[in-house]
């Protein structure tokens, strides 16, 4: 028998769901407490198996059974699910409730692929046997650029806003009780530095301006390779499949493609044990990583009440203190290393829940409002 009960509205179980390239994380929180926190590797040799990441969501859901087995928990058990949302179409920031019109967008990958397509999908999964609520919160496509970040320079062609927005807008909301003004009121620049790299001027409590880190804007990372010029990327397809400049782009970019790896734990010991090479791609990714930083302060006018570094790489301190030192001149800087993507999405769930916030519902292909730029 399940030691867990349902819980009041300002007390819920929530359980939440993120899953990575090669990773499903699922916790459970009681209202804000974390009760456990489960991670579940994939081999890439498993997931080589699937032809798309959509068909990955059997393999998904049985991790998360697992983990939920593992704590004696079943789904019948919890108030609501909420996952990390997928490449749906652009939209304002918020919790979404998960309907037919979202999972139809993720299954078939309108809008791109990618691992956090299937949180969604899990989530519904694993609600609908005990017919609980389910949600996302704040999906990689939020979008609140202004007018003038929209233009490419190529008619035809948008700027996208791909970006870790869930931990972004978090982070953003610690800061402001860091300096005990409230976020809406704050001119931030927050750098989630992880395997892809996002940068976002937050003006008053909406991004106004971030790069596309999926698909090749902004400084190299981790796993992409950032913006290249435009007549280099069309000359390589003369000649390489769009499929492999896809992936060379987003996956095998940066320093997995120079140097072979994406895990940057190792790369920090190749730096200690003297291998140039490592050193010189380490520097150009922080000196690029700063250099964006310093365009979104020219975004905000130069009024930047702080510069806030999160993301797995910022435990890295050789790799902060390089970025440091080329943009402290602009506002102070803040470090939260890691990510708190698990906290965001139990949060926005929990005010759902409680009353405090409404749930945006995801709109149909044959609602969507065109008039609304945001759409």
Known sequence: ????????????????????????????????????????????????????????????????????????????????????????????????????????????????????????IIAHHIASQSRIPAFVVNPPVVDELCREARLSGLPGIKRRAVWHALNQKMVGKIIADRLHFPYEKLNLIIAHLGGGISIAAHRHGRAIDVNNALEGEGPFSVERSGGIAAADIARLAQTTALKDILSRIAGYGGIAGYLGTNDFLSVERRLRNGDTKAAAVVAAMAYQTAKEIAARAAVLCGEVDAIVLTGSVVYSKTFVSRIKRRIRFIAPVHVVPGEMEMQALAEGAMNVLAGSEQAHTYPSRKTQHKGDPLW
Do not use: W
């Not at 974390?34 to 859901?61: V, Y």
């Open 1 to 120: 028998m399940s030691k867990h009960r349902k819980h009041t509205r300002t007390d819920p179980l929530i359980l939440a769901i993120n899953p990575g390239s090669t990773t499903t994380k699922t916790a459970l929180f009681k209202g804000n407490g974390l009760l456990f926190n489960e991670k579940t590797a994939h081999s890439l040799q498993t997931l080589s198996t699937f032809k798309t990441i959509p068909a990955q969501a059997g393999l998904r859901i049985r991790a998360v059974a697992a983990a939920l087995k593992k704590n004696i928990l079943t789904p019948g058990d919890v108030d609501a699910v909420v996952a990390r949302g997928g490449l749906l179409r652009p939209c304002p920031c918020g919790v979404y409730k998960i309907n037919s019109a979202m999972l139809d967008d993720l299954e078939k990958s309108r809008f791109g692929e990618h691992a956090s397509n299937l949180g969604a």
